[in-house]
């Protein structure tokens, strides 16, 4: 019976490039495991068969050959022949594997040696903890030193970690000998996985501590002390090595993550670096001019001059007066924005005043803004009549 195309089994047309090939492999691999296929033996020689069409085209030499001479370039005399045996390419003899088991170890982890690069002190490793703050603008402005703290696993102080009553040590596991992960076969596999007995630790306690069960680790909180660096921003992520939980019987502990928050402040907005803050200020000040103070992120006041006929939305800006900026001595810059705010609540007299005023003045010299929008909005409705 003739072989099948190599093209044709992983599906990919034959100009296809390499990671065509590759992406079209590991789906096809994955589908024909013989893992996912127990007992099928039409997987299982489909999962050969891909295997070794991926052996020669992920290859440019062999892919060359076969692309000029088809299968008989790897048959016994054949041109590709060299180091890559009949039937089943580079697995013969046990070698050639490239990078099949670097594909596989990403794929399914323990099989095909992913689990063997790991030692029982990988397995034992603590959590790593999450631990949500909430600091106000001054503060992310200004750092700050907290103290936190924090529920976690602690080791034993009763057996120093071990998880052995005293006097007695744990002793290395029979059943993978010290290793933490035992070897099976499975059909043309070998794999590899977390030893039952010991639960990947190497070893295994006839006596366990009475106060924490052989664990090595007890439950408690404990406090810390966290520097919050200045200019730090909402979502900054600060990671304390080591101050995870406690790894079991005696293993590194994980880290400590600290997610920060910045509280909305009820005068500034932050954008980034710089500090935007509306300012209402009244009509006789934007008329006529005059100074303002406003307040500054640092605690302190910034003076500010208002030239006469400010409009609202017209925007000051004070350099130098906004965030601190993360691991650095600038600053950003804080913006005023004028909110001019309309008289309420008038008097009598107040009122004749405006209406003197308004009697006194012309639209277009005193509201210009006013007078153009209405004059175009005039414009428009006699191009409507027309």
């Not at 982890?109 to 690069?117: E, N």
């Not at 090595?216 to 990671?239: F, Y």
């Not at 309420?344 to 929008?373: C, D, I």
């Amino acid at each position: 019976m003739a072989k099948e195309d190599y093209y044709s089994l992983l599906g990919v047309e034959r100009g296809a490039d390499a990671d065509a090939i590759k992406k079209a492999y590991r789906k096809l691999a994955m589908k024909y495991h013989p893992d996912r296929n127990p007992d099928d033996a039409a997987a299982e020689k489909r999962f050969k068969d891909i295997n070794e069409a991926y052996e020669v085209l992920k290859d440019d030499q062999k892919r060359a050959a076969y692309d000029r001479f088809g299968h008989a370039a790897f048959e016994q005399g054949g041109p590709g022949a060299g180091g890559f045996g009949p039937g089943f390419g580079g697995f013969a003899g046990g070698g050639g594997f490239g990078g099949f088991a670097d594909i596989f170890d990403e794929m399914f982890g323990d099989f095909m040696g992913g689990g063997a690069r790991r030692g029982p002190t990988a397995e034992r490793r603590g959590s790593d903890l999450r631990y949500n703050m909430e600091i106000t603008l001054e503060e992310a402005y200004e750092g700050k030193k907290a103290s936190i703290r924090v529920p976690t696993a602690v080791p034993c102080e009763a057996c120093n970690g071990s998880g052995a009553e005293g006097g007695s040590a744990p002793v290395t596991c029979g059943t993978c000998h010290g290793h933490g992960r035992v070897r099976s076969q499975s059909g043309f596999f070998t794999v590899e996985r977390t030893c039952p007995s010991c639960q990947g630790t190497g070893q295994v306690i006839k006596t366990p501590c009475r106060q924490c069960g052989g664990a090595g680790r007890v439950q408690k909180d404990k406090t810390l002390s966290v520097t919050i660096p200045a200019g730090v921003e909402d979502g900054t992520r600060i990671r304390l090595g080591g101050e995870g939980e406690a790894g079991l019987r005696g293993a590194p502990p994980g880290d400590l993550y600290i997610f920060l928050a910045v509280a909305p402040h009820r005068l500034f907005h932050r954008e980034g670096a710089n500090i935007q803050c509306r300012v209402p200020i009244p009509m006789t000040t934007a008329a006529l001019g005059g100074n303002i103070e406003v307040p500054t992120v640092d605690g302190g006041r910034a003076r500010i001059a208002i030239p006469s006929g400010t409009q609202t939305g017209h925007q000051f800006r004070l350099r130098g007066k906004g965030m601190s900026v993360l691991r650095s001595t600038a600053r950003g810059d804080m913006f005023v924005h004028a909110m001019v705010e309309t008289p309420v609540k008038l008097t009598k007299r107040q009122k004749e005043l405006l209406k003197e005023f308004e009697s006194e003045s012309t639209e277009a010299e005193q509201s210009p803004e006013s007078h153009g929008f209405f004059a175009k909005v005039r414009e428009l409705w006699e191009d409507l009549k027309e």
